[in-house]
């Protein structure tokens, strides 16, 4: 509740100081608005720049499919199978 009253006043003095101040608040805005459109040009190049620099990245590394891909099955079966015949014992130790 003190929240709501606090925000609540501030929102009114604020309201009552723009229109008390609102020549300077003009000119403060007219010197802000064209240094946060530079700055926010400069960090959208940046950051286009940067995805661009991934997207090279991305063109020059191939991929190629592992030698062994058959072993590896085999051996995750076996894996898979190994495991299958622990639970059922670990079931049957149990009962």
Same mark, same amino acid.
């Given at each position: 509740?003190?929240? /709501?009253? #606090? *925000?609540?006043? $501030?929102?009114? %003095? !604020?309201?009552?100081? +723009?229109?008390?101040?609102? &020549?300077?608040?003009?000119?403060?805005?007219?010197?802000?608005?064209?240094?946060?459109? /530079?700055? #926010? *040009?400069?960090? $959208?190049?940046? %950051? !286009?720049?940067?995805? +661009?620099?991934?997207?090279? &990245?991305?063109?020059?590394?191939?991929?190629?499919?592992?030698?062994?891909?058959?072993?590896?099955?085999?051996?995750?079966?076996?894996?898979?199978?190994?495991?299958?015949?622990?639970?059922?014992?670990? &079931?049957?130790?149990?009962?």
């Amino acid at each position: 509740m003190k929240t /709501l009253i #606090g *925000g609540a006043v $501030a929102a009114v %003095l !604020g309201l009552i100081g +723009l229109s008390v101040w609102f &020549k300077e608040f003009l000119l403060l805005l007219a010197g802000a608005l064209p240094i946060m459109l /530079l700055l #926010g *040009g400069c960090l $959208a190049l940046y %950051l !286009g720049f940067d995805e +661009l620099k991934d997207t090279w &990245k991305k063109e020059d590394t191939v991929v190629e499919p592992p030698m062994n891909a058959g072993d590896d099955v085999d051996k995750y079966k076996q894996e898979i199978e190994d495991l299958k015949q622990e639970i059922e014992t670990l &079931k049957s130790d149990k009962s």
